[in-house]
């Protein structure tokens, strides 16, 4: 089953429990949390008290998205707050192995993500371990930003890697998916699919939630 993670970047900060609560009612299926330092990305978003926060407005996974140096720091703390799954960038790890290692040692699931400057080859060991791999189809850092072409292909190639090693692994894509491409990224391989903008649009999350997965 194809999986709808929103990510609350789009959300009114000012409300967000309640956010999260509509998101739950109106059939999200995880909840995608942007964490982001203003230095491995130029912006800044909140951090882990927010996290502990909101953890009590619903039962549904924890999807924690680490934009930031030196995520090792940080997958316990948010592991102990609730995160289900946790990902860290290709590009702000050198020891990208023993992090993703780290957070399963932890009870989470470990996923990877990369940049769209950065090949999927790099992924292809790091598929023995990850429970995710994150194909970010925008430059991390902003909302709102518009789908990068080449990104389907980059799907296509962790497809095939996932089915040549037999894991079960799961694929997510993130940065904007829109009603009129979610087909086109199911079809190349995306399992997970986040989506900020096209979520919270004119406010009505329960219609744009349908509207997503109708157009898959
Ligand atoms: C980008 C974030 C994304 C973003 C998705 O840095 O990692 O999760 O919030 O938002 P949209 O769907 O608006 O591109
Ligand atoms: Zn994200």
Redesign the pocket.
């Given at each position: 089953m194809i999986k709808l993670a929103p990510?609350i970047?789009?959300a009114d900060f000012s409300k967000l429990g309640e956010e999260i609560k509509k998101l739950d009612e109106a059939g999200a299926d995880i909840i995608?949390i942007?964490i982001?330092d203003g230095n491995f990305?130029p912006?800044i978003s909140f951090g882990l008290p927010v996290v502990r926060d909101i953890r009590k407005y619903t039962k549904l996974p924890f999807d924690v998205?680490l934009?930031i140096e030196e995520p090792s720091k940080y997958v316990e703390q948010f592991a102990k707050i609730g995160a289900d799954i946790i990902s860290i960038h290709y590009e702000s790890d050198k020891h990208i192995d023993r992090t993703l290692n780290y957070i399963k040692s932890l009870g989470v699931k470990a996923a990877v993500a990369i940049n769209p400057g950065t090949p999927t080859t790099v992924l292809r060991d790091l598929m023995n371990i990850a429970d995710m791999v994150v194909i970010?189809s925008?430059?991390?850092?902003?909302?709102?930003?518009k789908?990068i072409d080449y990104s389907y292909d980059k799907i296509r190639e962790i497809k095939s890697y996932a089915d040549k090693l037999g894991r079960d692994i799961l694929i997510e894509v993130?940065?904007?998916?829109?009603k009129d491409n979610i087909k086109k990224v199911k079809d190349a391989g995306a399992n997970v699919i986040?989506?900020?903008?096209?979520?919270f649009k004119n406010g009505d999350i329960k219609k744009n939630i349908e509207l997503l997965k109708g157009s898959m």
């Open positions: 990510s970047l789009a995608h942007d982001m990305v912006n998205h934009m970010m925008v430059n991390p850092g902003f909302g709102g930003q789908y993130d940065g904007g998916v829109d986040v989506a900020g903008s096209a979520v």
